[in-house]
Nanobody
Framework: QLQLVESGGGLVQPGGSLRLSCAAS????????IGWFRQAPGKEREGVSC????????YYADSVKGRFTISRDNAKNTVYLQMNSLKPEDTAVYYC???????????????????WGQGTQVTVSS
């Protein structure tokens, strides 16, 4: 059964750090690009960062460039999102998802991704 499970969210002060994990099962992770998305209350879900299946190409939204780092460990079937210098505007539910087409990374937008996890809450507040 295909499944993505996010973890690592929590409450952190501005300027703090968190590392999110996306554990994959039921498919061969190395064949697929994976994306991290977030949805704040009253807002649409947006792409935060995506990583390709093969050459490690990455994409970051302008709002997180220089602060967030995406990585993957195919041997552990896990994709990570290291988030540093967190800001209150980073508060959202964070989701990971799988590219619909194997071995491709198209635009890092929700319509290209499926098999969504249940999400993990990140709250940045003092």
């Amino acid at each position: 059964q295909l499944q993505l499970v996010e973890s690592g969210g929590g409450l952190v002060q501005p300027g703090g750090s968190l590392r999110l994990s996306c554990a994959a099962s039921g498919f061969i992770l190395e064949y697929y690009a994976i994306g991290w998305f977030r949805q704040a209350p009253g807002k649409e879900r947006e792409g935060v960062s995506c990583i390709s299946s093969s050459d490690g190409s990455t994409y970051y939204a302008d709002s997180v460039k220089g602060r967030f780092t995406i990585s993957r460990d195919n041997a552990k079937n896990t994709v990570y999102l290291q988030m540093n210098s967190l800001k209150p505007e980073d508060t959202a539910v964070y989701y990971c998802a799988r590219e619909r087409v194997p071995r491709l990374l198209r635009l890092c937008v929700t319509r290209n991704f499926g098999s969504w996890g249940q999400g993990t809450q990140v709250t940045v507040s003092s």
